[in-house]
Nanobody
């Protein structure tokens, strides 16, 4: 089984920073795109940032220039550096990855369990 485990969430004051980490484990042959989504209470889940295996990134307008997504392919890990955090960034953040477990296996999207990020004074 492929598992995604997030860490790094917590409580931070406005203007502060957090770094989220998501490590994929299990039988992994290749990981294509990886990304971070978030879902606030009463709102739909939205894409925060994504990164391809080649390093191409994409950001939601609301986080552009504040958040940075990166990945360590050798360790099957994706990171989200969050700076200048705002109360509206408060949400459960979910890691997502497009993974295949073998050359002859199809790609599937996997989700982490979610990590809470709360920005409040």
């Amino acid at each position: 089984q492929v598992m995604l485990v997030e860490s790094g969430g917590g409580l931070v004051q406005p203007g502060g920073s957090l770094r989220l980490s998501c490590a994929a484990s299990g039988i992994i042959f290749n990981i294509n795109v990886m990304g971070w989504y978030r879902q606030a209470p009463g709102k739909q889940r939205e894409l925060v940032a994504s990164i391809t295996s080649g390093g191409t990134t994409n950001y939601a307008d609301s986080v552009k220039d504040r958040f940075t997504i990166s990945r360590d392919n050798a360790n099957n890990t994706v990171y989200l550096q969050m700076n200048s955090l705002k109360p509206e960034d408060t949400a459960v953040y979910y890691c997502n990855a497009d993974i295949r477990s073998g050359r002859q296996r199809p790609y599937f999207y996997y989700w982490g369990q979610g990590t809470q990020v709360t920005v409040s004074s």
